[in-house]
């Protein structure tokens, strides 16, 4: 299993969007080259469609963002997470000649 199936599996990593603040001025969707974002005809804004497209420990569109509409969970809480899901990922492997 990969560390991006692993973090998939156990811990949300995708980007929230305030629209509150959010200016709907398409930089998150212009720029995502995994197609997170889509643009919706509807409400005309930005959603985040593709959750799952997102990659584990990336936030450069949060970055990108000039009016801070992107949020992630805390770098802190995805470390934390990863430590725990590595030492599931390790204690659910059989060792290897243990049968």
């Known amino acids: 299993?990969?560390?991006?199936?692993?973090?998939?599996?156990?811990?949300?990593?995708?980007?929230?969007?305030?629209?509150?603040?959010?200016?709907?001025?398409?930089?998150?969707?212009?720029?995502?080259?995994?197609?997170?974002?889509?643009?919706?005809?509807?409400?005309?804004?930005?959603l985040v469609a593709r959750p799952d497209n997102c990659v584990p420990g990336c936030d450069s569109c949060a970055q990108l963002c000039h009016e801070k509409a992107i949020s992630f969970p805390s770098k802190e809480e995805f470390r934390q997470a990863m430590r725990r899901l590595r030492a599931e990922a390790r204690n659910a492997s059989p060792s290897p000649g243990i049968s």
């Open 1 to 46: 299993m990969t560390e991006s199936e692993i973090v998939r599996d156990g811990f949300p990593w995708f980007p929230t969007i305030d629209y509150d603040v959010c200016i709907s001025d398409l930089d998150c969707v212009n720029f995502c080259p995994h197609e997170v974002f889509e643009w919706d005809k509807d409400t005309g804004r930005p």
